[in-house]
């Protein structure tokens, strides 16, 4: 965090694409985080605003919208929509939601280009990119697929998602295709403009290298490995027909490029909001050219590159703008020990979380806060969610409020008891707990928003053991003055936790401000000890939390396992099937058995595997095979009865000759195992 002390702070939350819906890996890494932070600024009085909105103009949308038979239009209408409300079910407290397809938006993003290039600061530059001579129109990065040239994986062309995660570039991939139409694009020249990165790299070294080493290092690595690398120009326009035109003449037929577009919308949308309501919010500038100003940027992993480099050179191309302060980025979040994936419907959507578990919004905000992939990928299950719902919010948060309300109802008809004479258990509770302001106040600054929610739960665990071991259920027979002060510190507790849950989970510390009837609470006061006086009237006691069966998980589970199977059916049916090939070519393979004899990495690759086979000729035939990746131990494959292809020609692989084929069988996970007969057959004896 910077040293500087700033009057108000900018708050962003990355911008999700309007072409689906919003699953818990978003609420997890970007949305749940920064709605914390927020939440803890406005306790502190602290002058802030959150921005949020919808990204409109990415080809996922047109991409969807050409699946459907539909406009990309009626895509972002209904998906904003739904992303909207599934952010306002969750609490997601945004001063502003708006889209990058409304009015303000375009011209304040055509401005911003405009500007840009009336100053000189974007590059013309004429290039070779893959066109679609079936659809005549030239193809975006993710509009062509292919083989990764890596792990070969089927990817994007800018992006190996289901494979290595690598960056690509289209050019790069094996046997690429549109994926509109399936044929093979054709490298066509175009013109489009580029930002210079290049002309920025020592200021970005400058200003984040040596400036802001307090950065997470999954933020800091990425970008020092980026800088550690010779910045290219990057394209700022894209050959599509969906987006904001490009404002410049000669430019027909060219939008904006989503990842210059996008970001703006930050921009865009803080002067919407100002615009509605001055009074409140004053003018847009404050908020992003001010540099009493405090920018954060809360994304994911994969938007790192354009925030901390691509996005503050623009800003700083353009002139006037503050940079970001922090970009606390998130890792991934994976389900069920499974990627993420909106394309194999491999998610939890929260619009349906909230039909199966009505009114359970901050369960799922806990679980994935006490989860929170802040330095590496994490992993979501089912059965966590139950475990700490069940064991944590239920048994040791729940329990020690209700237990203390209830008592109290029982024993003082619901009014606050007085506190009398303080024993040492009794100081001894108060000493655990009167430092947990700062102890959250420093882990939130930090961005620790795991650590700070556990600071928040040892309130109730200091609870808990002291109204069990004061056992004020049998004080109240001997001695009810003690009781009372046992009990009027348990309450004192009970407000506590209402404060210092807020920012975490806001509708849970909302109802327990209703039962406690504590309308009006201060930030400040957390760790007070006199939250609530004596005489005062508690409102009526209900669970906080409910315990989550078994049956409700395992609904859950199934719906998984549907989802999966499902997957491997599609997979299947697409599974590409080789054209016809007349019977007599088939009969040109002579295909055998083959006893494996023996089974080992060749020395000095990583790649091979070198069989000795029994081939029934009675003499050892070698085959080299490419799947030393697949066999950790190749001696499992000694002993086997193999099939392999006996008339190919022999050729030599890293000196050895190899005498023909060996068959594998290739899963739709990916794994390789070679084939394999059911009997003992006889090495030699031929397939047909």
Known sequence: MSNKEFKRTTVTAALPYANGGVHIGHLAGVYVPADIYVRYLRLKKQEVVFIGGSDEHGVPVTQRARKEGITP???VDRYHSMIKKSFEDFGISFDIYSR??????HQFASDFFRKLYDDGKLVEQTTKQFFDEKTGKFLTDRDVVGECPYCHKQAYGNQCEEGCGRALEPTELINPRSKETGEAPVLKETKNWYLPLNDYQQWLKEWILDGHKEWRPNVYGQCK?????????????????????????????????????APIGYVSNTKELCEKEPERWGDWKKWWMDEDTRLIHFIGKDNIVFHCLIFPVMMKAHGGYIMPDNVPANEFLNLENDKISTSRNWAVWLHEYLEDMPGKQDVLRYVLTANAPETKDNNFTWRDFQD?????????????????????????????PPCGELLDIDTAALAEFKDVKAKVEALLDQFKFRDAQFEAMNLARIGNRYITECEPWKVWKTDQK????????????????????????????????????????????????ELLSAGHQLGEPSLLFEKIEDDVIQKQLDKLEATKKANEAAEFKAA?????????????LDIRVGLVKDCQRVPKSKKLLRFTIDDGTGTDRTICSGIAAFYDDPSVLVGKRILFVANFAPRKMMGIESQGMILSAVDFDESLSVVTTTKDVKPGSQVG
């Not at 849950?501 to 609470?521: A, C, G, I, T, V």
Request: proline share 5%.
């Open 225 to 261: 490995s980026w800088l550690d690398m010779d910045l290219q120009p990057r394209a700022m326009t894209r050959d599509l027909d969906w987006g904001i035109p490009v404002p410049v003449e000669g430019a027909d037929g060219k939008v904006l490029y989503v990842w210059f577009d």
């Open 482 to 529: 003690r009781c009372e002060t046992i009990l009027n510190i348990c309450l004192q507790l009970c407000a506590n936790l209402a404060i210092a849950f807020e920012p975490f989970l806001p509708f849970s510390s909302k109802k327990l401000r209703s039962m406690l009837n504590l309308d009006n609470f201060e930030w400040e006061q957390l760790g007070s000890t």
């Open 73 to 75: 239009q009626d895509v």
């Open 388 to 416: 700490r719902n069940n064991n944590e919010l239920v048994a040791v948060y729940g329990n020690f409020v209700n237990r203390a309300l209830q008592l109290t109802r029982k024993y003082w008809d619901g009014v606050v």
């Open 100 to 105: 990058t397809t409304s009015k303000i938006h």
């Open 576 to 588: 590409d099937v080789k054209p016809n090939v007349p019977f007599e070519d088939f009969e040109k």
